[in-house]
């Protein structure tokens, strides 16, 4: 079983006190936005990017 994190993109962190960790084994995908721009004016290219993982892990 897999899954797949998405965080704000690196371009334009959530704020400078906070910034996402994950512990375990992983591939990090970065995306362009924050955590409002990703499903707004980035939603094009969040959609493509998460796209191109699930069809990544299903082959």
Same mark, same amino acid.
């Given at each position: 079983?897999?899954? !797949? =994190?998405? /965080?704000? +993109?690196? +371009?334009?962190? =959530?704020?400078? =006190? #906070?910034?996402?960790? #994950?512990? $375990?084994?992983?591939?990090?995908?970065? /995306?362009?936005?924050?955590? $409002?721009?990703?499903?707004?004016?980035?939603? !094009? !290219?969040?959609?493509?990017? /998460?796209?191109?993982?699930?069809? =990544?892990?299903?082959?």
């Amino acid at each position: 079983m897999w899954a !797949t =994190a998405l /965080v704000d +993109g690196e +371009g334009e962190p =959530a704020s400078d =006190a #906070w910034q996402p960790s #994950w512990d $375990f084994p992983h591939t990090a995908i970065d /995306v362009p936005g924050n955590h $409002f721009s990703i499903m707004n004016e980035h939603a !094009t !290219t969040t959609a493509r990017v /998460v796209g191109e993982r699930i069809a =990544a892990q299903d082959s």
